[in-house]
């Protein structure tokens, strides 16, 4: 038996390591290497995908070695549904990314690469990881390539961005570690045992008091992750900033690590505390599915348009998440798996045009559709997913959240479901702005540089394209696959009580 | 074909047709509609089979099957399934009738757009989307369907995309949808979270079983239904969301024909009457519906009044229709709204085909008052389309006289008398309209254009004329004869009998020598009163002679009734509020909501920033460089240590 | 001559004062290693001072004397080359001008 789940975290270093002795001068022998490796590593989860069993309970591929016995730490990693698909996600969005890189990224493609590569492994390990401990590491672990690609390979005002970016998500993962750190003593001081292990604090229930600090130090680096409102402003600069791949990553895999976060350690840890908190993350998360939409109405630039659309559409997660309610709850994980599909494409579609142009204003775009048809069927196509079109797999998500809060809060849904009009508000508008009328003046005198999509571009672009109408049309399997764990999740839930000292 | 299959194989010609169309289109580019055409003319085939079998009774209430599990999570479990009765074979012989006749219509129409071969995928899409929303089983499959529609509606709109007249109009009408649509999917999760289930047969089980056992309130069905119904009121463009349908008139002629008049806008019609078992259950709910519908029938038909746009004045007949067909089903006479939908669909469509026609034939203008006299020039066209104006201004016996009539007669039987007297004055204003339309159109001096030829159009077009004239002027006799006993009734009255059941309405024998017949010779006289006025005003070819048009009178009656001139010629401003409302009121929000972001939320993080940086460059005065200031500081710290020490020890 | 402790110490404090003196006051940095020498010496007489008036720490102090004296040694050498190092960049002995650190 394989250690699946270990190959797939730990190709891409060996990839990393291979990279590091191609010569300098060999940029496309490296952006190759480094490909072959994502899609090694796809190779890995799509197996794991294959052997998993949606009807047994509990974790699969489960690998356990002591790591620091005196703490009780342990490499302990495995997956359930929920993982599982997040981390097929991760490795399919890596593969794409890095394709996408080919042409974008001209400089120290070397180095370049071998950060991505470490990024994958941190990602696929905050999803895999089922030691607290371990989930820190690895969730640290992404933080520093990230920062490299936004601060090397960004754009005019990166180094603001990045810094940003990397103290606002450092303030919520330090306080999240004196969590961790507090959770485990707590558990030490009742059992005698010290343990990380997720299996074991998932089923013990802790003071009130830890709860609500515990609670509050995850909640603010999930939040800051997903991003909630109001902690959300690192993100549009970061992704106006981050090279289109990047952009991609961070949309895609990042924001889920919060979401992530909140099904697998917030509520099965912290019950008391969760239904505490629960009333105010629902209306932060219904003032960021609005205030997202409304502000993306008006942004004059295309990706930071895209960048509060994911505001919006990550509010939708967090609020299916605390409503505490079946279907919701396998909406938000949907809508996860949906948002990284759809908005990792929206851009790659603004990293194609602006590849030509070098310009992201509405002003300065306009009338691609007679000159670039492919290029604007696709963008249609995207626009239409992130719309919440039904039979696409935006639509799946987005529902099974509003029917899950309406069966709970009909007034929350309610005012939630307005976005209906304002998300169609902003994406039309969008795609009006770039497609449609008479090609601008700008666009003109760019004359042979603006050609119609080249052929790497489709091949990054289909697979997205076909597993969005895919999901939208069978989203059977993947909604089997997330049943089990959520159930499990909310039968924790099930047993938290409100704490009565806060309104 | 066993009948599953015949459904998949009409949904699948259309699907395939886009797809390959879609694919290869550009390929086959001077004939573009090679594949998309006969893949329609096939649904048609095979619809009708499906229609015949429904219709004949073979089926008995029809059937209903599952292809696969949809969306299952949980409890919660939704299903590709389909549902066929006789309403929807009522519906596919609109869908796929008009639909292929639009088709082929439009392969002469759009003979000499360099983008036909997406016109024909578009169209093909449509086809797809419209039958799947008359066949689906369930209500989540219903809207899936009712979104593919607005979006094909969307693309059509838009399908001159450099126009910027032609983007905007097809925006707004996608939002405008969308507006409603909210309204709907509300209502959906309602009934999912009251019934369990989003099948239409649970649905209508269900409802009423938990209210009669009280575990319901009555005020939760009257919601239920009435979200239900904003989405009607978008998708059929009533009061106060009609504002899209006179700007969708930016699409192709055939686009307006096809999907702005006969089947897409007859979508909320269809949903309403497909829900009657639930909208029955709250009479508060049906007032409203009748209310909406017979005020849009007199809001648009003051507004048709003084149009100018060939397409327009069409476009406003269309949403005064609709509405005529809303407050059928508001008085529970869903058999006559059904009805009218169908005849109304065939002499729609034709009026649309017939102005496209005109276009093509005067080059592409619509101002009415550029035109005239065209009779002589397009001798098919002005007969088609007088048919079809005979018709909606429902004159006897043509199809519209049948199915208006039962609207209006079962309002007034079923007491809703306001509803039938407006309904009364209405079909005076829609045979004034429209035979103002004719006279400025076709008869009279010509204004055309002296450069312009005007000319009959390619058989392609006039055949499809042809062919839609017939039942706009018999579909009436044929299907609506005896009145209240006609086939028509003989289809639909199973499929409405619960719903009538619960209104506790009981079927009477229409008395031709009674209140009935005094009902039809009133409205009768309205209709041609209003024909004749308009007639002497802007002039008619009769057989031998022409009457001239008399602008001089309507100046003067324009010039006497100046304020309600002006308020129908802007269209009761509905669009410059709506403009302010959302546009103007709207977008100062969110340009405030954005400035709070990146000056509020965002100030706070830059500040918070700045401050650290500030402490930062101030604390940073104390490093000197210098060896010697940090060893003074060693040295002061260790007496200072010394000297706690010290005093530590000793005391 | 009195066999006292205190007299040694008084007198290691002073040179010790003198050598701290000298290595905050003055400017040129041999002679503020110079300075540090002197310092080191101050307590390395304490030591032996120690050593020779408590018997029990006659050997360690002997030892710890002669460890000093080496590393005194190695911290002259180091220190000397560091500034001949920065003399050769610089042209001048006087710290005030070495403040690249600073930066």
Redesign the interface.
Same mark, same amino acid.
């Given at each position: 038996m394989l250690p699946l789940v270990s190959l797939t975290i730990f190709t891409p270093l060996v990839g990393a390591l291979l990279i590091a002795f191609v010569p300098r001068d060999r940029p496309q022998l490296t952006r190759w290497v480094a490909f072959a490796t994502t899609l090694v590593t796809l190779g890995w989860s799509l197996v794991m995908l294959a052997g998993f069993s949606t009807s047994a309970s509990g974790f699969q591929f489960t690998e356990d070695v002591p790591w620091i016995p005196f703490f009780g730490i342990r490499y302990q990693v495995g997956v359930d549904g929920i993982s599982l698909i997040l981390i097929v996600l991760t490795t399919l969005l890596t593969a794409i990314s890095v394709l996408a890189s080919f042409r974008p990224i001209q400089d120290r493609v070397k180095e370049y690469m071998i950060t991505f590569l470490v990024l994958e492994i941190g990602m696929v390990g905050v999803f895999a990881a089922l030691d607290l401990f371990l989930f820190y590491v690895f969730w640290e672990v992404v933080l520093v390539p990230m920062y490299l690609i936004i601060g090397i390979w960004g754009g005019a005002n990166r180094i603001y961005a990045t810094i940003?970016f990397m +103290? #606002?998500t450092l303030v919520g993962s330090l306080l999240m570690l004196v969590g961790i750190l507090a959770t485990a003593f707590e558990y030490h001081a009742s059992t005698g045992v010290w343990s990380f292990a997720y299996q074991d604090l998932a089923g013990f229930h802790f003071s009130p008091a830890l709860q609500v600090f515990a609670f509050v130090t995850f909640f603010l680096a999930f939040a800051i992750k997903v991003p909630m409102f /109001?902690f959300?402003?690192?993100l549009p600069d970061a992704h106006v900033e981050a090279p289109t791949a990047g952009s991609v990553i961070l949309a895609g895999v990042l924001l889920k690590l919060g979401g992530y976060g909140f099904i697998r350690y917030s509520l099965p840890l912290y019950p008391d505390a969760a239904h505490t908190f629960a009333p105010a993350i629902i209306a932060l998360s219904v003032i960021a599915i609005i #205030?997202g939409a409304?502000?993306a109405?008006?942004?004059p630039d295309f990706k930071k348009l895209v960048a509060y659309s994911s505001v919006s559409h990550m509010g939708f997660v967090t609020l299916g998440i605390f409503v505490f309610q =079946? $279907?919701a709850m396998? !909406?938000a994980v949907f809508q996860m798996v949906n948002h990284g599909l759809i908005t990792g494409a929206l851009f790659l579609c603004v990293g194609v045009i602006y590849e030509r142009t070098h310009d992201r204003r509405f002003a300065n775009l306009g !009338?691609l559709?007679?000159r670039l048809p492919l290029y604007a069927t696709t963008l249609g196509f995207f626009m +239409?997913a992130s719309a919440g079109? /039904? !039979?696409l797999s935006g639509?799946?998500g987005e @529902? +099974?959240v509003? &029917? !899950?809060t309406?069966?709970v809060a %009909?007034l929350v849904?309610?005012i939630a479901? &307005?976005v209906?009009?304002l998300g169609?508000?902003y994406l @039309? #508008?969008m795609f $009006?702005q770039v497609? @449609?009328?008479?090609l601008s003046d700008f666009l003109k005198g760019l004359g042979d540089h603006l050609h119609d999509m080249a052929p790497i571009e489709i091949a990054t672009l289909v697979p997205l394209a076909a597993l969005v109408l895919l999901l939208g049309? @069978? %989203?059977?399997p993947v +909604?089997?696959m997330i $049943?089990g764990p959520v =159930?499990g999740v909310l039968d924790h839930v099930s047993h938290g009580v409100a704490l009565g000292f806060l309104p | 074909m066993s009948n599953q299959l015949l459904v998949l194989a009409l949904l699948a010609l259309p699907l395939a047709g886009f797809a390959l169309t879609a694919a290869f289109g550009r390929l086959l580019m001077p004939r573009a509609w090679l594949i998309a055409v006969p893949a329609v003319i096939l649904a048609w085939a095979v619809g009708m089979v499906l229609v015949y079998r429904t219709l004949s009774g073979q089926l008995g209430d029809g059937f209903a099957f599952t292809l696969y599990t949809w969306i299952p999570a949980g409890s919660f479990r939704v299903d590709v399934n389909f549902a066929v009765d006789n309403l929807t074979a009522a519906l596919l012989i609109v869908v796929t009738t008009i639909g292929m006749l639009v088709h082929v219509y439009s392969i002469g129409y759009m003979a000499h757009d360099p983008g036909k071969w997406r016109f024909f995928a578009y169209l093909n899409f449509f086809m797809f989307s419209m039958l799947l929303l008359v066949l689906a089983g369930n209500y989540l499959l219903l809207f899936m369907a009712w979104e593919l529609v607005g979006l094909s509606s969307y693309l059509l709109i838009g399908f001159w995309y450099q126009r910027r007249s032609a983007a905007l109009a097809a925006k707004k009408a996608f939002l405008v949808n969308r507006v409603g649509d909210v309204g709907f999917s509300i209502g959906i999760w309602a009934l999912w979270t009251t019934v369990g289930s989003l099948n239409f047969s649970d649905v209508f089980r269900v409802i009423p079983e938990k209210l009669a056992a009280g575990q319901l309130q009555p005020w939760m069905v009257t919601g239920i239904v009435l979200l239900l119904f904003c989405g009607a009121v978008g998708k059929s463009a009533q009061f106060p969301l009609h504002v899209w349908l006179p700007d969708a008139m930016e699409g192709p002629t055939p686009v307006s024909a096809l999907i702005h008049a006969a089947t897409m806008v007859n979508a909320g019609v269809y949903m309403v009457a497909r829900s009657s078992p639930l909208f029955s259950l709250s009479s508060s709910a049906m007032v409203v519906v009748a209310a909406i519908g017979i005020f849009t029938a007199l809001l648009a038909a003051s507004i048709a009044f003084t149009q100018t746009d060939i397409k327009r004045v069409l476009a406003y007949s269309t949403l005064s229709q609709l509405g005529y067909m809303f407050a059928a089903l508001g008085v529970g006479a869903y058999a006559a709204a059904i009805f009218h939908l169908m005849t109304h669909g065939f002499f729609k469509g034709l009026l649309f085909l017939d102005s496209g026609s005109v276009i093509h034939g005067v080059h592409d203008e619509q101002d009415m008052n550029r035109m005239g006299g065209l009779w002589r020039k397009m001798p098919i066209t002005h007969a088609t389309m007088l048919v079809g104006s005979l018709a909606i201004a429902g004159i006897p016996p043509l199809a519209g006289f049948f199915s208006k009539d039962e609207i209006l007669g079962a309002s007034f039987r079923n007491g809703f008398y306001v509803v039938w007297l407006i309904g009364v004055v209405v079909a005076g204003m829609t045979a004034f309209y429209m035979f103002r339309l004719m006279g400025k159109t076709f008869y009279g001096p010509s204004h055309v254009d002296p450069d312009v030829h005007p000319h009959e159009a390619p058989p392609s077009m006039t055949v499809p004329l042809i062919l839609l004239a017939i039942p706009a002027a018999l579909l009436g006799l044929a299907i609506g004869w005896p009145p209240e006993a006609g086939l028509v009734h003989r289809w639909l009255d199973p499929i409405f009998a619960p719903a009538e059941q619960t209104l506790g309405l009981h079927p009477e024998a229409f008395q031709v020598f009674g209140i009935d017949g005094v009902l039809v010779l009133v409205s009768v006289t309205l209709a041609t009163a209003g024909l004749i006025v308009a007639v002497r005003l802007f002039g008619v070819r009769l057989p031998g002679r022409d009457v001239e048009p008399r602008p001089t009178i309507v100046e003067a009656g324009t010039a006497r009734l100046r304020p309600l001139y002006v308020a129908s010629y802007h269209k009761w401003w509905f669009d410059d509020v709506y403009h302010g409302l959302f546009f103007v009121i709207g977008g100062a929000v969110a340009q405030g909501a954005w400035w709070f972001d990146s000056h509020i939320i965002d100030g706070v993080v830059n500040g918070v920033g700045a401050v650290t940086t500030l402490a930062g460059r101030e604390l940073r005065r104390i490093q000197t460089g210098r060896v010697q200031n940090y060893a003074l500081g060693i040295a002061l710290g260790l007496l200072v240590m010394a000297a706690g020490f010290l005093v530590a020890t000793t005391r | 001559m009195s066999h006292s402790l205190d007299a040694y110490l008084i007198l290691s404090a002073l040179l010790f004062c003198v050598g701290m003196f000298g290595f905050l006051a003055r400017r040129n940095a041999i002679a503020m290693l110079m300075s540090i020498e002197l310092m080191l010496n101050a307590v390395n007489l304490t030591i032996v001072a120690f050593g020779a008036f408590v018997p029990a720490l006659t050997v360690h102090a002997s030892a710890i004397a002669l460890m000093v004296i080496s590393v005194a040694a190695g911290e002259a050498t180091v220190g000397l080359a560091i500034v001949i190092a920065i003399f050769r960049n610089r042209r001048t002995p006087l710290v005030d001008e070495y403040d690249r650190m600073r930066e």
């Open positions: 940003k +103290l #606002y /109001p959300h402003t690192w #205030y409304v502000v109405v008006v942004q =079946s $279907q396998q !909406g !009338g559709a007679g +239409l079109l /039904p !039979g639509f799946v @529902f +099974l509003l &029917i !899950g309406f069966a %009909p849904a309610g479901a &307005i209906m009009v169609a508000t @039309f #508008y $009006q497609v @449609f009328v008479d049309l @069978f %989203p059977a +909604l089997d $049943q =159930s | - | -």
